[in-house]
Structure formats: structure tokens, C-alpha cells
């Protein structure tokens, strides 16, 4: 029987509308199989480049009625959505520039050399898409990280057809958003099924374990991505799956810059939190601030700011159960306090607060770990420390995570200062700080905050486990190199090799040609 799919609206809880069903495996085999035939239109450069763009025109025709409907799934608001849209069709755009570039194709020539020992064989390297990718959408970014979000337009741009699984809090967002890929596709003279959408929990599973899908891209909780990474993993065919899964994005203050500037600090700190309502996946979640005067004085501004914001709604009611649940049991402990308790508000809203606990609490571990866990939603925990080794050993206790940031006093940040001891005032520590975030995250920060990441050929959106489970990023140019492997052929005649690879360079591409590059 089939199980209808319902757009809800998260400021009420009630039904919007039935978008679809729920896709069956045989639904997903069609899907999977009519993307897979899509393979050989998608491996002219050319197309692909116009279909990228011509998405991006797609969906910002269909604006209005994207924003509109997105707002009325996720709660997130006109303004913000209409960034978001504008992220997304710079998002296209800017794949479209790389792969007219071709330097995401990694041309290696060397030419055959007896001379060398041992002879070095003619050898030519480039790479090529893997395949059908499986896309899940994220809950929190409806349009950037969904549908036709960054892993859609890395895959189609390394030439890769997408399945997406839509995600359940905003199923017509999806539809709208497939639909104007689709017609980008068929206006550029493409097959429609280089993107193909299925709905369903059971269909997502489906999909990760299907022979004809070569890699999985995921943005989502540690538990779901976990899941379906051991299914990934669990194939008799292995694939690639690079997920999202979670982050803390530990900040750490020190003496020095909380002196210099608590009241700017204490305020960009309530800004940063609660973007999206503490819904974005860099949300600071952990704040290491020291003890003391100039500690106090920047908690005092984060609880005055806090105390001002208005309650907003999470974007499903099981988030919001989760994220009361989450902030009761981290209240119960001990040495736990809430200077401006993450509460339930009217209707379906909460109201975003935040924790304090010593950070020597943290650093002997036990059942204060959960502090240590992100709570998904206006909530951050501020740990307040005695020293930098206190702080240091706090840090020793986190998992991978997106980003780590340090904000450093103005000498620190220049290096002028003398080298510092255990009290965090000199460039020693600085650097010490600095060292220790960078073994833990992606991006680190200095002196700003981690809300925000920009679509550049620098970025990199990933870390260690349980952050991602790839070293790759989603978001930059080089987020394209997820879909891709490299083949070497040996002793190939001109005639045999793929046009990337003749001597003659027919397509301009850059490349390095017997240790040496050429543009």
C-alpha cells in the first residue's frame, strides 16, 4: 500500500498538502536504472556546462514559489531562504566555471623515456566519473544542501547522474526543485533522468545498497549517516560515501581577546548560535571562555542578548522533542548551570539559552561527556577555565568536527606578544591553541565566527569522524573530485585515447606534461 508523503508546517505542526508517496524498491530500481542510462549524455563537457547554468536560471525564475514554499516547510524565513536560493544558483554557476576550467580533470602526460631506470612506459592519467550518485538531503538547508544543493551540482558536474532522496521536512520544496532541474536538463538537450528524486526512509536505504549507484553523498544526523555508511560499506560492492554527520565547533576565548572585547564577543556568540535558530551545522556548541572578570563580563552580554531573542520554531516537531530532551539531561548535571534556560515557548516555539559548567568537569570526563555531544538547536555550552592547560585538556576530549575557533587579543594576533605561559595572554599560546584546533576540524577560525560557509575554490566543509567520513569537502570547487577516480593508461595509441589526453591538447585543458605545467 502506498504511503502518502505530507508537507507539514513546522509553526503549527499541522499537514500542508499530500506531495507524493512513498517510493517502493521497484520505484527505486526505475529510478536508479532510467539515471544510470543517462550516463553517456553527461559526458560532454559542453552539456554538462549548459546545464548548470541553465538550472541556475531554472530555479531563480521559479523563486518566488520555491521561497514561498520552502518557508512554509522549514520556518526559516524569506530573507534567509532568499540568500540560501542566491548560494545555491552561485553554487551551479560556479561548477559550471570549473568544469569549463578542466583542471578538476588532473591531466598527467609523461612520455615514454628509456633512458630512466627502470624505462618509464608512455603514461597518461586523467579522471573520470564514478557513476550514479546517491544524494540524502539535508533537513536544515532545504535548497543548498538538498536537492539541488552542493552535492547535486559537484556529481552532475563531474558528469555523474543524481537520485536524491528528498527529505521529509520539506518534500514539496523538493519537488518544486527536481522539477526545475529537470527542465534545465531537457532545455540544454540532456535526458530529463540525469536527476530522478524518491521519497521514504526505506527508500533511502534502497537506494545506498543498490548495485547500479557508485558512490553516496549525506548531510544528516551521526545516527542516520552512520547507518547508511555501514550499508555502503556492506555491499558486495563497497562504495564511496562521504556524510555529514555532526559537529560541536568548539570555541575557545582567550584571556587576552575576552579583555580586549567580551561585550563583541558575548554578542557575536548569541548572533552565531542562534542563525537558523541553532539550526546551521556550524553552530558553535561549545565555547571554552575563561574565568574571571573579563569571562564574566562576555557571559553577561551573551545572556542579555539571549534573554532578548524572540522563541522560533525547530523545523519538525521530533527535532524539537529531541532538543528539550537534550538540554533537560545536560541541566541535570552536576556543576551544570542555566543562566538563560533553552525552554519550551508558545505553540511550537523554543527559546535559546546557554550552559555553563568548570571546564575541569569536562577534562575528568565520566557522564559530563554529553556535554561534549551537539545538541541541535539555540543551545551552546560555555566551559569556563582556569588555565590554558585546563582548556587544552578540554579540547583533548573532542571528536572530529567542521570547525574549530580561536579568538586571540590583538597582540596575539599579530604575534607581538611574549611567549605565554599557563594564563593565555602570549603568542606561544596562541599558536599552542591554534595547533590543537587544527587537529580537530576542517576550517579553524580565527577572530570570527563559523555560521557561514563560502562557496570558494579554498573552502573546505569536512574533518575528522564523526564530522564527515571522508576527507573531502562538500562545498568548493574541489568537492567534484568526490565523484571522480583516476585511470592511467599505458602505451595507448593516439588514436585509443580519450581527447583529455592527445599530445596536440584539443580541448586546451591545463595540465603537467613530464613533470612540467602547462595552462
Not at 499541522?14 to 508517496?21: F, H, T
Not at 517502493?24 to 546545464?51: E, K, M, N
Request: charged share 20%; hydrophobic share 45%.
Amino acid at each position: 500500500m502506498a504511503v502518502p508523503v505530507w508537507s507539514v508546517d513546522p509553526r503549527t505542526g499541522k499537514q500542508r498538502d499530500q506531495v507524493a508517496v512513498e517510493a517502493a524498491t521497484a520505484d527505486v530500481d526505475a529510478a536508479v536504472r532510467a539515471a544510470h542510462a543517462a550516463r553517456a549524455a553527461l559526458a560532454d563537457r559542453t552539456a554538462r556546462i549548459a546545464l548548470l547554468r541553465a538550472a541556475a536560471e531554472e530555479l531563480e525564475a521559479a523563486r518566488e514559489e520555491i521561497v514561498a514554499t520552502a518557508d512554509a516547510e522549514t520556518a526559516l524565513g524569506p530573507v534567509r531562504l532568499n540568500g540560501e536560493l542566491g548560494r545555491t544558483t552561485y553554487q551551479l554557476c560556479a561548477f559550471a566555471d570549473e568544469v569549463s576550467d578542466g583542471g578538476y580533470l588532473d591531466v598527467i602526460i609523461d612520455h615514454a623515456d628509456a633512458s630512466l631506470t627502470p624505462p618509464r612506459p608512455d603514461l597518461r592519467r586523467y579522471r573520470i566519473p564514478l557513476g550514479v550518485v546517491a544524494v540524502y538531503a539535508a533537513s536544515n538547508f532545504p535548497l543548498a544542501f538538498s536537492v539541488p544543493g552542493g552535492d547535486t551540482a559537484s556529481a552532475l558536474a563531474a558528469g555523474c547522474p543524481v537520485v536524491v532522496k528528498a527529505h521529509p521536512d520539506h518534500p514539496a520544496t523538493s519537488e518544486l526543485c527536481a522539477a526545475a532541474l529537470r527542465r534545465a536538463a531537457a532545455r540544454t538537450g540532456l535526458p530529463e533522468d540525469v536527476v530522478r528524486l524518491v521519497h521514504g526512509f526505506d527508500a533511502g536505504v534502497e537506494l545506498v545498497r543498490h548495485p547500479l549507484v557508485a558512490a553516496a553523498g549525506f548531510t544528516g544526523s551521526i545516527r542516520g549517516g552512520r547507518a547508511l555508511f555501514d550499508a555502503a560499506a556492506a555491499r558486495p560492492v563497497p562504495i564511496p560515501f562521504h556524510g555529514e554527520l555532526g559537529s560541536l565547533n568548539p570555541v575557545v576565548v582567550t584571556e587576552a581577546a575576552a579583555a580586549e572585547r567580551a561585550e563583541g564577543i558575548g554578542g557575536g556568540l548569541a548572533g552565531s548560535m542562534t542563525m537558523g535558530c541553532g539550526q546551521f551545522c556550524t553552530k558553535p556548541g561549545l565555547v571554552l571562555a575563561p574565568a574571571g572578570e573579563s569571562g564574566d563580563r562576555l557571559l553577561a552580554v551573551l545572556a542579555e542578548t539571549l534573554g532578548e531573542a524572540a522563541p522560533g520554531p525547530l523545523l519538525d516537531a521530533r527535532m524539537r522533542e529531541a532538543f528539550l530532551a537534550g538540554v533537560r539531561a545536560r541541566t541535570e548535571l552536576a556543576d551544570v548551570a542555566a543562566p538563560v534556560l533553552a525552554a519550551e515557548g508558545e505553540g511550537q516555539a523554543v527559546g535559546a539559552g546557554f550552559l555553563t559548567v568548570p571546564a575541569a568537569r569536562l577534562a575528568a570526563g565520566g557522564a559530563h561527556e554529553l556535554l561534549l555531544e551537539e545538541c541541535f538547536g539555540p543551545v551552546t555550552v560555555v566551559a569556563r577555565y582556569r588555565d590554558t592547560d585546563e582548556a587544552v585538556a578540554v579540547l583533548a576530549k573532542l571528536p572530529g568536527n567542521l570547525t574549530a575557533t580561536l579568538h586571540l587579543g590583538e597582540r596575539e594576533a599579530e604575534g607581538a606578544g611574549e611567549t605565554g605561559d599557563g594564563g593565555g595572554s602570549g603568542d606561544g599560546t596562541a599558536a599552542r591553541l591554534l595547533a590543537e584546533l587544527t587537529g580537530l576540524a576542517g576550517r579553524v577560525l580565527v577572530n570570527g565566527w563559523p555560521t557561514g560557509v563560502a562557496v570558494a575554490p579554498a573552502q573546505h566543509h569536512g574533518g575528522p569522524y564523526p564530522a564527515t567520513t571522508s576527507t573531502s569537502t562538500s562545498v568548493g570547487a574541489t568537492a567534484i573530485e568526490r565523484w571522480l577516480r583516476p585511470v592511467a593508461y599505458q602505451d595507448t595509441p593516439q588514436a585509443l585515447l580519450p581527447p583529455e589526453l592527445h599530445d596536440d591538447n584539443p580541448l586546451g585543458l591545463p595540465r603537467r606534461v613530464d613533470g612540467r605545467r602547462e595552462s
